[in-house]
């Protein structure tokens, strides 16, 4: 089945610097999905992204998705406390429908 | 957006006992929805998919007959913990897909505890 790589394991940075999380599969992906997940909450929907080289913004996060669409990264300029919490990204799973599969996530620390 | 309401958001239990969670669409109607079980500081694992009148689909490795679901209307679907033990203890979440687009929306989760 498929399987998505999803890099680094853990992040902790100081306020201000940057941060970059990366999804690698090894197959296509039809799209891929981003969302974040807040210590003791649930996982929240950033974006959503479908085309062969994609890039969007929100703020200070910028998404983008590969070529070949195998690959995804997640990048937060100047990052704030806010901004603390696991994010994931999340792909199709099979089977049709909205089932998705999520990588396994990278927990993002901010220090002031 | 979409809102997913879960009930409850946690429960401590005694082994051998059993659980029930309810996963509610507040409004939109939800056809299908997913339920996830994620332990401490890991990813979001599909445990099965909820179809509105008709049986789930569990992913493998997933005892149909421990976690047993229902689908009754199109707002409402149940997870039941059958016969809970210790290593059941974890975080489940369950999510509906919005009527338009693809992403998840999710409840905000039932974190059991099994003494």
């Known amino acids: 089945g498929q399987q998505v790589m999803q890099i680094p394991q853990y992040q902790h940075v100081q306020e201000g610097e940057d941060f970059t999380t990366y999804c690698n599969s090894s197959?296509?992906?039809?799209?891929i999905q981003w969302y974040k997940q807040r210590p003791g909450g649930h996982p929240v929907f950033l974006i959503q992204?479908?085309?062969?080289?994609e890039v969007k913004k929100q703020k200070r996060l910028t998404f983008q998705f590969g070529e070949a669409k195998k690959n995804s990264s997640l990048h937060i300029t100047a990052t704030q406390t806010t901004d603390v919490g696991t994010y994931f990204c999340?792909?199709?799973?099979?089977?049709?429908?909205?089932?998705?599969?999520f990588g396994t996530g990278t927990q993002l620390k901010v220090e002031l | 957006g979409a809102v997913v309401s879960q009930h409850p958001s946690w429960v401590i239990c005694k082994s051998g006992t059993s659980v029930k969670i309810e996963c509610r669409s507040l409004?939109?109607?939800?056809?299908?929805m997913f339920w996830y079980r994620q332990f401490p500081k890991q990813s979001l694992m599909l445990m099965a998919t909820?179809?509105?009148?008709?049986?789930?689909?569990?992913e493998q490795g997933v005892e149909k007959d421990k976690f047993l679901i229902n689908h009754a209307s199109l707002t409402l679907s149940t997870l039941t913990v059958t016969s809970a033990h210790p290593e059941d203890s974890s975080f489940y979440i369950c999510?509906?897909?919005?009527?338009?687009?693809?992403?998840?929306?999710f409840g905000s989760g039932t974190q059991l505890s099994v003494l």
């Open positions: 992204l479908v085309k062969s080289g």
């Open positions: 409004d939109f109607q939800a056809t299908t």
């Open positions: 999340a792909f199709p799973g099979g089977g049709g429908g909205n089932k998705l599969t």
């Open positions: 909820s179809n509105e009148g008709s049986k789930a689909t569990y």
């Open positions: 197959t296509t992906l039809s799209n």
């Open positions: 999510s509906a897909a919005g009527v338009k687009d693809e992403k998840l929306f």
